[in-house]
């Protein structure tokens, strides 16, 4: 059963647009991650989110953890052809020591 | 620092063969865990070991186990293949595994069962 749902799962765009990719569960998450994963190689971490409401920006990506810590958001500004890639968010529940993966949003800029 | 090591990056079997995946982790790191990663369902959480014990595990069948060493490299073992087990099987080592730690991956290990 996947507990987390992203959308859209495919996005390709130009250049310079901006997006926004959405994390959503019915479950409430103790932190939230944010990876970006590329062909042949295991998922790279890029942020990590605690509290509710947090915001954190990584450069041209801004990331959001909902108020009541079931969902989360990732923004990305003027995208360029390096931010493609496969992007996951990831949350644990409790203090369990189990990470539960979103569906993935396959991300690509093209010039 | 060197990062998660697994072995082998790619592998064939048979089907009713078995296989034994490997995980170095980052010096340090005590915990280890283990994922596998399909087209169709995503990345899935196999199990994770802490110190030798193993802590978590996912909903997978017994075919699939693992274990871990005192030195907290880690193996993973499928029994009887079935084709539905070829996937990307990822590990990834933590300082301690919880909440909010940081997860850093291998690699990988592309398992194709014929």
């Known amino acids: ?111 | 620092k060197a990062g998660v090591t697994q072995t082998p990056r790619y592998l064939i079997k048979t089907r009713g063969q078995q296989v034994t995946l490997s995980c170095s982790p980052i010096s340090g790191h005590r915990s280890v865990s283990w994922y596998q990663q399909t087209p169709g369902q995503g990345l899935q959480f196999l199990f994770e070991y802490f110190s030798e014990t193993q802590r978590n595990k996912g909903n997978f069948p017994g075919r699939f186990s693992g274990r871990q060493f005192s030195n907290s490299r880690s193996e993973m073992n499928v029994s009887t293949l079935e084709l539905g087990d070829s996937a990307l099987y990822l590990c990834a080592s933590s300082r301690t595994g919880g909440s909010p730690d940081e997860q850093y991956f291998g690699p990988g290990t592309r398992l194709t069962v014929t």
């Open chain 1, 1 to 111: 059963t996947q507990l987390l749902e992203q959308s859209p799962q495919f996005l390709s765009i130009q250049e310079g647009e901006n997006l926004t990719v959405y994390c959503n569960s019915s479950s409430v998450f103790s932190s939230l991650q944010w990876y970006r994963q590329e062909p042949g190689e295991g998922p790279v971490l890029l942020v990590t989110v605690v509290t509710g409401g947090e915001v954190k920006k990584l450069k041209r990506l801004t990331f959001q953890f909902g108020d009541a810590r079931k969902d989360s958001s990732l923004h990305i500004t003027a995208a360029q052809p390096g931010d493609t890639g496969l992007y996951l968010c990831a949350g644990f529940t409790g203090t369990a020591s189990k990470l539960t993966f979103g569906t993935g949003t396959r991300l690509q800029v093209t010039l």
